[in-house]
């Protein structure tokens, strides 16, 4: 299972959330079963243009470069918003056609998870025990919402 090793590792250094051909940087995610199901969950902020997306969307990929690759891609595709900018254009990058009927990845990365969404939960921030984290993350509101996908398939692209 070397592409969960390297998600793992990789998610410190971000990997790409596909939803709608919007490519958003993600440093959260976790691996897991949920109802039987292999699943990967996200975290979005309510104030993310990808929360706009996913409310129409039933499906995400996520697309995990190789480590120390897409440096530059990862960097513009987590400070810049879908809502100004159409960032695939403008990095001049190509989508992947998906393989599992989720959203298409990223072309270019190592490994491709698609995944149908089973179950969201906006996150209740009072929840958190630890006072620190909870003024740390969320001074300013902008809570998350967590997205369970079930995986339906992981591709690993040939480079
Ligand atoms: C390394 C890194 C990791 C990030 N992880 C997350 C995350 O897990 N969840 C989140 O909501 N935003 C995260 N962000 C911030 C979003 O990527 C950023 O706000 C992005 O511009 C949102 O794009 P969108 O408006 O097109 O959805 C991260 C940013 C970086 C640089």
């Known amino acids: 299972m070397d592409w969960m090793k390297e998600t793992a590792q990789q998610l410190k250094k ?8 919007n490519p958003m940087t993600i440093g959260w995610g976790q691996f897991g079963v949920l109802w039987n199901k292999p699943t990967f969950t996200v975290y979005v902020r309510k104030s993310r243009y990808t929360h706009d997306l996913l409310l129409q969307a039933d499906t995400f990929t996520v697309s995990v470069p190789t480590a120390g ?3 530059k891609e990862l960097a513009f595709c987590g400070t810049k918003s879908g809502r100004d900018v159409q960032k695939m254009q403008a990095l001049n990058a190509k989508l992947f056609h998906n393989r599992f009927g ?23 921030e009072h929840a958190l025990e630890d006072e620190t984290l909870q003024s740390r993350y969320y001074a300013d509101g902008d809570p998350h919402t967590m997205y369970v996908g079930e995986i339906l398939g992981v591709t690993e692209q040939t480079l």
């Open 14 to 21: 971000g990997a790409f959330l596909m939803v709608g051909g």
């Open 69 to 71: 690759a897409m440096q």
């Open 102 to 124: 989720a959203q298409d990845g990223f072309d270019g990365c190592r490994y491709h998870i698609e995944c149908l969404i089973l179950f969201r939960a906006d996150l209740d």
